[in-house]
């Protein structure tokens, strides 16, 4: 899928509990995502990751399973806001390597590898109990912070 032509300026809104995130962007479409770590509900990642995801983090030890699971789900809502389609595509619609922490690029979008490394996925540390994420499909960009 190709990004449309140019636009002018583009933005984004999340917020979890008390922590909102606002994304803008000049001339391209870019979704962003903020999660309070708290308890995994039973389920969950089974709905949000892919067989191989899933695999990893069943791998994973009890203790980084929480952390994983919210930066995940972070980077995975940001690209979906940043096609514009929400929860219209599945979460496992983006696919990564959950090994990878921070900044990232998903390992199959749709399935295409290929289509994966049009993507770029900046990781937001506000704090240990939250996580979020930037993402746009486009890699020529970065984060300018305003507090």
């Known amino acids: 899928a190709n990004q449309p032509p140019e636009r002018g300026i583009c933005f984004n809104l999340s917020h979890s509990e008390n922590v909102a995130a606002l994304a803008i962007s000049s001339g391209f479409e ?5 999660e309070q770590v708290r308890p995994i509900e039973e389920g969950m990642p089974l709905q949000v990751f892919s067989d191989q995801e899933r695999a990893q983090f069943s791998a994973l030890p009890n203790a980084e ?3 994983v699971f919210f930066e995940s789900w972070a980077r995975k809502e940001a690209c979906l806001k940043a096609l514009g389609t929400g929860f219209i595509l599945p979460p496992t ?49 970065s984060i300018v912070e305003m507090k």
């Open 65 to 67: 399973r929480q952390e």
């Open 30 to 34: 870019v979704g962003i995502d903020v």
């Open 93 to 141: 619609h983006f696919e990564f390597d959950l090994s990878i922490r921070g900044d990232t690029t998903p390992r199959a979008v749709g399935g295409d590898a290929e289509e994966a490394m049009h993507w770029c996925i900046r990781a937001l540390s506000f704090s240990p109990t939250c996580a979020g994420a930037v993402a746009a499909r486009r890699t020529d960009w």
